[in-house]
T-cell receptor, first 114, second 110 residues
Framework: GENVEQHPSTLSVQEGDSAVIKCTYS??????FPWYKQELGKRPQLIID?????GEKKDQRIAVTLNKTAKHFSLHITETQPEDSAVYFC?????????????FGKGTKLSVIP | DAGITQSPRHKVTETGTPVTLRCHQT?????MYWYRQDPGHGLRLIHY???????DKGEVSDGYSVSRSKTEDFLLTLESATSSQTSVYFC?????????FGPGTRLTVT
């Protein structure tokens, strides 16, 4: 089955700096890569996703890049703000295969220091 | 929030008792999922459903069963709860491949 590794497990940045979280996956058939943000005591929220037919996707201060050859993808947050503090999860799946099963990384706790 | 509710939101039960968690959706999505979330493990898939009466196992299905008799409801049952099943349980639906989560149920088995 799919295996997703996520690094780092914790990340502290100064407000205004950039944050980068990296994930690798094992199944070359995976073609859908979402990122979730989870605040303390809340449900995971989908913040951005990328499909394998593109290499980069941006949404305001958030971007995701995908390298299919190396089987890794990354989340980039620019101009970080205290409200970006949360746990971020990457995931991978074979979209279109029917079940849309997601395999998640173990999460990165991001702390933005004011 | 994709019209997903979970009940109960919190439950404390004793080892050996049966427990059923309910996930309810209002938007007629075909795919539904149950995950558990534990510190250091992220989110792990327990079971999923791809239609009424159609279910399959996920990564950590031992000790759990599911049922889906109506499109809108997906039930997760712990036949005999154990302390290792203390966790936060999230239900999710899939919409065009994107998954959206319910608010979660915190289950404590004493």
């Amino acid at each position: 089955g799919e295996n997703v590794e996520q690094h780092p497990s914790t990340l502290s940045v100064q407000e205004g700096d950039s944050a980068v979280i990296k994930c690798t996956y094992s199944d070359s058939a995976s073609n859908y890569f979402p990122w979730y943000k989870q605040e303390l005591g809340k449900r995971p929220q989908l913040i951005i996703d990328i499909r394998s037919n593109v290499g980069e996707k941006k949404d305001q201060r958030i971007a995701v890049t995908l390298n299919k050859t190396a089987k890794h993808f990354s989340l980039h947050i620019t101009e970080t703000q205290p409200e970006d503090s949360a746990v971020y999860f990457c995931a991978a799946s074979v979209s279109g295969a029917g079940s849309y099963q997601l395999t998640f990384g173990k999460g990165t706790k991001l702390s933005v220091i004011p | 929030d994709a019209g997903i509710t979970q009940s109960p939101r919190h439950k404390v039960t004793e080892t050996g008792t049966p427990v059923t968690l309910r996930c309810h959706q209002t938007e007629n999505h075909r795919y539904m999922y149950w995950y558990r979330q534990d510190p250091g493990h992220g989110l792990r898939l327990i079971h999923y459903s791809y239609g009424v009466k159609d279910t399959d196992k996920g990564e950590v299905s031992d000790g759990y069963s599911v049922s889906r008799s109506k499109t809108e409801d997906f039930l997760l049952t712990l036949e005999s709860a154990t302390s290792s099943q203390t966790s936060v349980y999230f239900c999710a639906i899939s919409q065009s491949g994107e998954q959206y989560f319910g608010p979660g149920t915190r289950l404590t088995v004493t």
